[in-house]
């Protein structure tokens, strides 16, 4: 285990101890979990938490987030209480679902790990998936995109959106965090390919802001992912109604078996 490693499940204890609940699970989101950090990039923990069975049974809710950034801002830690996680969960929040599939994870409560999985399948929304992603997309574009000579970051965020909802549209499933698989799962011209990977190693190798010219032939190809992805939504079923009762009965006995006491 490396120092940054202890340093942060270090930080997981002592936030614990601050407020009282029991971390079920923690990892990395953001560019450190995609794949294409910059050297000075932060560390974007995710963790969803649960409290003492009474704070459940309050007339008055406490605050159900949790927000620590480190004075110097390297590691940014956040997350959900369960039942607030649990709520999300079934309604398809997609941030969530990045978190639960983070290939870095810090803490993980095995039988809560399961069950939020399972569930995690029963629960995905493709529909509200991927109008998430292209809007995300959608908005990088016209903030940084349309410029040219925009931060390396946003445009790889802008082509994450794309491909993720592409990825969403074609297989119907949720798509993976690596935006190395994305890529390699929905693109098939090498020279974008490798297009795509120059864009990657200069962010790797980058500040986290700096910025650079991206080829008109990668501009063109977003430009044909984007209207090729609006063409799947406008094909896309309505969503069916599921029922939450596995979610309550995953909280109750999530409640009941590890509870902080």
Do not use: Q
């Not at 209480?81 to 999300?88: F, Y």
């Not at 292209?134 to 491909?163: P, Q």
Request: net charge negative; glycine share 6%.
């Amino acid at each position: 285990m490396s120092t940054l490693e202890n340093i942060i499940r270090n930080r997981l204890s002592e936030i614990e101890a601050k407020y009282d609940v029991r971390i079920l699970f923690a990892a990395e989101s953001g560019s450190r979990a995609w794949g294409f950090a910059s050297p000075d990039s932060d560390y974007d923990i995710r963790m969803v938490y649960i409290h003492r069975r009474e704070w459940y049974l309050s007339l008055y809710p406490g605050k159900d987030v949790i927000e620590e950034m480190d004075p110097d801002g390297l590691l940014d830690i956040s997350g959900w209480d369960i039942r607030k996680a649990l709520t999300l969960l079934g309604k398809g929040n997609c941030a969530l679902y990045e978190w639960i599939s983070s290939p870095i994870v810090y803490l993980k409560d095995e039988e809560f790990f399961r069950g939020i999985s399972s569930l995690k399948e029963r629960y995905f929304r493709r529909v509200s998936a991927i109008n998430h992603y292209f809007h995300l997309a959608v908005n990088h574009d016209k903030r940084y995109i349309e410029k040219r000579g925009s931060e390396l970051k946003r445009f790889l965020y802008h082509l994450r959106g794309l491909l993720a909802a592409k990825w969403i549209g074609k297989k119907g499933t949720f798509p993976p965090v690596l935006f190395s698989d994305l890529v390699e799962g929905m693109v098939s011209d090498p020279s974008v390919k490798d297009g795509i990977g120059e864009i990657v190693r200069l962010k790797s190798g980058s500040r986290e802001h700096d910025k650079a010219i991206v080829g008109e032939d990668l501009i063109r190809y977003s430009a044909s992912l984007s209207s090729e992805v609006l063409s799947l939504i406008g094909t896309l079923p309505p969503e069916e109604h599921v029922s939450f009762v596995a979610l309550d009965e995953f909280f109750l006995s999530m409640l009941e078996k590890s509870a902080v006491k």
